[in-house]
């Protein structure tokens, strides 16, 4: 069974970090595009962070630009969002999805990815 699961969420003060991990389960994520998304109660999801397939493309949403970094391990078949400086309006539950796809490319749209993980809550309070 295909599958990814996330997991580093949890309680944080503001101003600390976090890192996330997004582990596949039944492939290796060397063909697949990662995207991490964020979906805060009474709010749609929104994505955060992507990296290509070969990790040399990646983005970020304008609001964790400069503070949220996307990375990948081959040789542990995981994709990292190490997360600085955290605010208040960082919490959410976070999402990671694969896409496989042939294209070095990222993409923005929860439409562009197939395979999603359960979530991990990262919350973000003093």
């Known amino acids: 069974q295909l599958q990814v699961v996330e997991s580093g969420g949890g309680l944080v003060q503001p101003g600390g970090s976090l890192r996330l991990s997004c582990a596949a389960s039944?492939?290796?994520?060397?063909?697949?595009?990662i995207g991490w998304f964020r979906q805060a109660p009474g709010r749609e999801r929104e994505g955060v962070s992507c990296?290509?397939?070969?990790?040399?493309?990646?983005t970020y949403v304008e609001s964790v630009k400069g503070r949220f970094t996307v990375s990948r391990d081959t040789g542990k078949n995981t994709v990292y969002l190490q997360m600085n400086s955290l605010k208040p309006e960082d919490t959410a539950i976070y999402y990671c999805?694969?896409?496989?796809?042939?294209?070095?490319?990222?993409?923005?749209?929860?439409?562009?990815?197939?395979?999603w993980g359960q979530g991990t809550q990262v919350t973000v309070s003093s």
């Open positions: 999805a694969a896409r496989r796809t042939w294209l070095d490319l990222c993409a923005p749209g929860t439409s562009d990815y197939t395979y």
């Open positions: 039944g492939f290796t994520l060397d063909d697949y595009r």
């Open positions: 990296i290509s397939r070969s990790g040399g493309v990646t």
